[in-house]
């Protein structure tokens, strides 16, 4: 059974001249100034396109992460994932960099490193986002 989110976004004036809110309408948790200087320049206490990708890809690959090392027998004490996307105006994404720092007991730095990548293709994030080069930084904290 398939599962649906929903957000939406009222916008005002032009692209480089007006604003918008994203409001975040399943989850109810609110809604977000956005704007093209924060999106192309300094965030300025607004959020962007991108800043919610990565949010999505970071919280995504986590799960998946520790689903795969669970289903391996070595659950995960923590994982820690960042998720910074990269923006070039007028060309649009150009980049992911997924970080990724773990505590797992009785796993080697080999094996991390190797059920990380798997995570990451694995990822419904990832495989959405595949149009876009997704780099991957894994080790053990």
Known sequence: MATTRTASTHWEGSLFEGAGKVTLESSGLGTYDVSWPARA???????????????????????????????AGTPPTSLDTSAEVDFVPGTGITQIRLTVRGAVEGMSEEDFVAAAEAAKEGCPVSQALKAVDITLDARLA
């Open 41 to 71: 320049e300094e965030a300025g206490g607004k959020t962007s396109p991108e800043e919610l990708i990565a949010a999505a890809h970071s919280a995504c690959f986590s799960m998946a992460f520790s689903n795969g090392l669970a289903k």
